[in-house]
């Protein structure tokens, strides 16, 4: 299938916000989600918006949702270094007669002191 | 609950051997899906069940690669024979599936700790 976009990499100070883009591919997708992954372990489930919604905070956490765009955001307030991991962006389609999900590539942040 | 459960941990083989890596899902859950990671071509989805039953094996690289799930509390992948391109870290999700009306409500998929293939 076609390909769920991210940036590779992205370096950020310790204290600072984190921004973390994705362009998925299907404007008809109806969940957009958010996970990470830790080193040696597998994807954990951080955050997820429907598609009718342009925003969702949870905690340290927001969710920028451009549809029209078909852009997707994820910001850090407050970046630790706990949270260095690969973040990966993924779109669920309404299309889809099943339940799975296509994911981007993942972006490595990483957090210095 | 212990989550998803996946096994061996590390797997090293020859070339030409066969390969099993084996699933527990979550009880309960009625979806299972295998996926491979690699630093080439990121996280793919190989093939995916619901209640047992395979819905796509789309992403089923080539005929080595087979996949059953023989009931709601276990599945294998088996790659026979294996090559040094299947070298990669699989992993196994689950999730219960709900749909509400027409549409598909949001249902988190669960990640095991990965399988880290190394074939020689």
């Known amino acids: 299938g076609e390909d769920v976009e991210q940036s590779l990499f992205l370096s950020v100070r310790e204290g600072d916000s984190s921004v973390i883009n994705c362009t998925y591919t299907?404007?008809?997708?109806?969940?957009l989600y958010w996970y990470k992954q830790e080193p040696g372990a597998g994807l954990q489930l951080l955050t997820y918006?429907?598609?009718?919604?342009d925003m969702k905070q949870d905690q340290r956490l927001t969710v920028l949702l451009n549809k029209k765009d078909k852009h997707l955001s994820l910001r850090i307030a407050d970046t630790q270094t706990g949270d260095s991991a690969i973040y990966f962006c993924?779109?669920?389609?309404?299309?889809?007669?099943?339940?799975?999900?296509?994911f981007g590539k993942g972006t490595s942040l990483l957090v210095t002191p | 609950d212990a989550g998803v459960i996946q096994s061996p941990r590390h797997e090293v083989t020859e070339m030409g051997q066969e390969v099993t890596l084996r699933c527990k899902p979550i009880?309960?859950?009625?979806?299972l899906f295998w996926y491979r990671q690699t630093m080439m071509r990121g996280l793919e989805l190989l093939i995916y069940?619901?209640?047992?039953?395979?819905?796509?094996d789309s992403g089923m690289p080539e005929d080595r690669f087979s996949a059953k799930m023989p009931n709601a509390s276990f599945s294998t992948l088996k790659i026979q024979p294996s090559e040094p391109r299947d070298s990669a870290v699989y992993f196994c999700?689950?999730?219960?599936?709900?749909?509400?009306?027409?549409?598909?409500?949001?249902?988190?998929?669960?990640f095991g700790p990965g399988t880290r293939l190394t074939v020689l």
């Open positions: 999700a689950s999730s219960l599936e709900r749909t509400s009306g027409s549409r598909f409500s949001h249902n988190e998929q669960f």
């Open positions: 299907d404007s008809s997708s109806t969940y």
């Open positions: 918006i429907f598609s009718n919604m």
């Open positions: 993924a779109e669920r389609q309404e299309a889809n007669s099943g339940y799975a999900l296509n």
């Open positions: 009880s309960g859950h009625n979806s």
């Open positions: 069940f619901n209640n047992n039953v395979p819905i796509d």
